[in-house]
Structure formats: C-alpha cells, structure tokens
C-alpha cells in the first residue's frame, strides 16, 4: 500500500502549490475516455467492421470521419484546462457545521473561452465555472465544515468534460489555504455582569463613592483601601481590615471559563461561550472573554467579537490544524 501511495504521488504530482498563480500546464493535466467515450468507440469500431465485410465505401468514410472527430474533441478537452491560471483567495470565517467556502480566481490569456469546469474537494460538493477567453472569472468552491479549529481543505480537484463528454480531463491544484471554524454557538442567556470597583482594572464587591463601613481584606482588595487607623487600633483582632464602600460601582460582564463548569465536556463549554459572545455583540455590551491562560478585557465591536471568536476556534490547539483527508 505504502509503495503504491508513493506511486500515486509520483504520477499525480501531489504536493501543496506554494507558488501562486497555480498554471495547469501539460505535465499537470491528466485525460482518459469516459464511459460515453468507450460507448462511442466500441460502435465506430462496429461500424468498421460492416463496412469492411461489405465493402462500402460511404461507410469507411463516415468512421474515418467520426474518429477524427472523436480525436479532435480529445484535443479540446485537454484544452479546456491547459494553461488555465489559478490563485486562491482569502476564506471568510464560519461555525462549525456551516459550509466555508474557498475563492478561487481564473485567469484565462487565450481568446478560447473554457467552458463547465467543475471543482470540488474530496467528498464535497462541486462548484461549475467557466472563464470568458482572455478573461477572470472567480468560483467558490464549498466545504461542509465538522470540527472547530483552522481548516485545511486539502487539494481541490478539477475536472471537465467539455465538449461532448468523450473523453474527462483531470488536474490537482493544491493552493496553500485555510479557514478558520468557529465552535458551534450554544444559544443561552447571558451571564451577570460583575461588580467592579476599578472598572476594566480589578474586580471587587462594591463601588467606592460613600464609605459603608470596614471588613476583613481579601486578596484582590487593593492597598489604598486598607484601613491603617483602624488596624492600628485592635491589630491582635483585626490584623488587616479595608474601607467598603457602597454606591458608583461599575458592572463587566465576563464571559468566564468558570462558569461553565457544569457543561459535560470542553466543546460544549466553548459552544457556550461562543453564544455568549454573540448574544453579548447583538446587545451592544462590553464584555471580556477569560479562557484558561487568556484573557481578554472587556471591550465591545467587529473587532473584538471576532477575536473572541477565533480564541475560541484555536483554544487547545493554537498550532494544530484540521486536515482534510487525503
């Protein structure tokens, strides 16, 4: 198996296209008969035979003709794709389930058009192009995406058939592309937001307007609020104790790895948080996204949304990516 895998990738030139734009020239482009091609020489080879034991000569003449025929259509098939110009675009990112869809533009310098090209990655849908002569045209080509992550949809094969489906002309571009999948979002209500006595900086019980009394320090408490006098007073009782205060405090809303502590498994905590992040941009709010050894402050917009997102996409496997097979 390992010795015909090789072989395979020796005869069809497999291997990604570093080199942009992708020209299909004639050691790239692979033909062979199509079953309607067979059908058609397997009768003209009837037809010879009549003719030869009858001897007729209209009859030679018509599958001479219909040969030559069949062999110029081989030739415009082949043409249809040699010397075709390929350059991928840039894929717009998609959930998970969603079908992301890859750019192509085509160039085409001859003053031929090319007619019914058909592209598709192995197992997908195929997406049908064709290329005014001496112009460009773009084609998308679709892939139902499964899994969350960067995306690497393999190489695209592109075939045609055109004029009259005698013969199939084959080819393998391999552009080096991605596109990034987000987790599937998981439509549930928002978390609260949390109370914060330095917006955007720390996180706290209260505001820090009116002077509500005094409490044992926490952690996060900050220096300033320590109340010296106080302590001074009864140090043995109270070794460390903090101003509260009530009033002006400002709320963040977090959407926090933490909280979804309950959900059974890490994709569904990131499902979660990604319906968050989009219910949090549909209202318009600040929010702030804090995943296990990231974080990101509260903020609101296109911007932050989508690097939320992609946080989320690439959380667990920032350098892996998600292979197509081969």
Known sequence: MAAFARLRRWLFRFGRDERVPIVLTQRRIFILPTAVGIAYAAVLCVMLVGAVNYNLSLGHALVFLLVGLGLVTMVHTFRNLAGLAITPGRAEPVFAGDVARFPLHLANARRERRCALQFRFAGNATAIASVPATGKAQVNVPYATQRRGRLDPGRITLE?????????????????F??????R????????PTPVTDPGLARGAGGHEDFAGLRLRQPADSPRHIAWKAVARNVEAYPLLVKHFAGG????????WQLTADEEDAETRLSVLAG????????QLAYGLALPGLTLTPACGTAHR???LEALALYGHETE?????R
């Open 160 to 176: 045609a058939s055109y004029p009259l489906g005698f013969f199939r002309a084959w080819s393998y571009p391999h552009p080096v």
């Open 178 to 183: 991605s596109c990034l999948v987000y987790p």
């Open 185 to 192: 979002p998981e439509m549930r209500p928002l978390p609260p």
């Open 249 to 256: 405090a400002g709320e963040e809303l977090w959407l926090d």
């Open 276 to 283: 968050w992040v989009l219910a949090a941009e549909a209202a």
């Open 306 to 308: 989508d690097a939320c």
């Open 321 to 325: 990516t998600t292979a197509a097979p």
